[in-house]
């Protein structure tokens, strides 16, 4: 059984996401939140190569926070590719209100 340090809510948020490519490109796409926490999420959906260590702007609501890209992951189905990220220090999870 995992072991996880906050609560996770399982979700299907749309959000939008921004930043750099693997290979320097801006994007912008949105995607879909899952498993989201306080300090982080799943994000399926994703079009665009990432590293792990890239960092993301990633919008809900109106409301925007900076994450870093702990993993990523070819999912082999429609949902394209797979990162799980995790909140920067300073930065307001922007689906915090979604959680509780």
Known sequence: MEFRLE???????VVSVRGRDRTGECFTEEVIASSISVS??????????????DLIWTEYAGKSARFKVVWVRNSGSEQLTQAAVHLCPGENSPWKDKIF
């Open 7 to 13: 609560p996770r809510k399982k979700s299907g948020l």
């Open 40 to 53: 982080g999420a799943l994000l399926s959906g994703l079009g665009r190569e990432m590293r792990p260590g």
